[in-house]
């Protein structure tokens, strides 16, 4: 399948890297069906990636895996809330949490109150907003990320 995206131009996509969220995702409700994308070059793996609407072409927000940025990260969601992304265990759960990159980048944030939830073997995904008032909805990440890129010697 091929699709258009803004950042990443024309591409070829497996049916099986389509993510569906049933109820979209926050702000964008309309849009159901994504994929991950990785910008980075061969061989080397991304600290980075966009989840990439595949019904809007310039829909893309970049996202990360939590345990980059906190090592401790916890979410707790209840059941209920997982059951429409089918069976859920620690070998086919995705986190992502998104990344706001503002013009000062020493502000860049990841938003620990409202992660995606992605089950890879049903390919089901949701954006939930966990309860814990200890996660922060900008949740400051320039030092981890700058640290990140020293320790695999790309800075």
């Not at 849009?31 to 809007?56: C, F, H, M, P, V």
């Not at 980048?105 to 814990?132: C, H, W, Y």
């Not at 949740?139 to 990140?148: E, G, N, P, S």
Request: net charge negative; hydrophobic share 35%.
């Amino acid at each position: 399948m091929l699709v258009k995206t803004k950042y990443f131009g024309e591409i070829d996509l497996d049916a099986d890297k389509i993510i569906t969220f049933p109820q979209g995702i926050m702000g964008f409700e309309e849009y159901k069906r994504y994929t991950i994308l990785y910008d980075a070059e061969e061989g080397k793996k991304a600290n980075i990636s966009w989840l990439q609407s595949l019904d809007e072409q310039a829909l893309a927000l970049p996202v990360v895996n939590p345990f980059l940025v906190k090592e401790d990260y916890n979410p707790i969601v209840e059941d209920e809330i997982l059951k429409p992304l089918g069976e859920i265990d620690e070998q086919n759960l995705i986190i992502l949490l998104s990344l706001t990159v503002p013009t000062d980048i020493t502000k860049m944030s990841v938003n620990l109150k409202a992660p995606f939830l992605i089950n890879s073997d049903t390919r089901k995904g949701s954006q939930v907003i966990l309860e814990n008032q200890n996660y922060e909805v900008k949740y400051y990440i320039y030092d981890k990320m700058k640290k990140l890129k020293e320790e695999k010697g790309e800075e």
